[in-house]
């Protein structure tokens, strides 16, 4: 533990203070209507996915959806979306799907999304950077490296797991949260900021994910959620366990997750020890 304190000391000396920017929040969603629409089938403003349940037949030529209006089924031709890897997921009778019907042709659907299948808890692997990294020079991040033990490097340099659950009705909610340790605010590394997501959509077959942000009430210590941001995914792959997403030009691969409890076990498991550490150091 002399060699962490050590560690601490010489980080001091060598950190640059972070300048906190934050993303101005973009503004919140157009609110749903359900004009016409089941209660699970609220579309968004300009949303021209259409809704429905599939229906026995569905194969790699053609997928038919029974509307969510109690309609008659009706058979897309998606020979082309299967070609171009634009059918998402295994398509399995009474599955909840949406599709984006082509402009010019009616009867042949461009792309199919199985949202029940999209639904579920999915994960990724994060791990912390250097604090203030981007304010510090190779060299300056060189020397912090070389001078620190591979002891210290295993118990900082912890992987997490951060992810979200996709639940019914439109609901969303963050995974991967560990408790605060006591020397987090000492530590040379830091991990990215996991955001709060609320609500998940759909707009013409992407995933529309919303978070907010947990702030101090004015004059109070009480924590509010407030401000909205709005991310818009591509879906580029879903099949079972695995989903691939897309936003400007960067991609992101999710594994799914059937145990919640689970997530972030190790990391929980090593936040515990370093707070009874420093409880014993004091």
Known sequence: MKRTKAIFAAWGLIALMAACVQKESEKPLPDPTSEGKLNREQLLEGDSTIYGLACEGCNDSVVILLPGDGSDPITYNIIDAHRHNRVMGRLKVGDWIGLMRNPTDSTVADFVLNLDELKGTWCYVVMPKWRDATNMTPQAQAILEESMPDSVKKEFFVPREYGFSLKRQWTAQSVGYVRKSPLEDQSPVVYPRLLYFTEWHILNCRLVMTSREYQKKDDSE??????????????????????????????????????????????RQKAAEQQKRALQER
């Open 222 to 267: 009480e924590m509010e959620l407030a401000g909205y941001r709005n991310d818009t995914c591509d879906v580029v792959f879903l099949s079972g366990d695995s989903l691939v997403l897309a936003s400007d030009g960067e991609s992101r691969g999710y594994y799914r997750r059937t145990n919640v409890a689970d997530i972030n076990k190790e990391a």
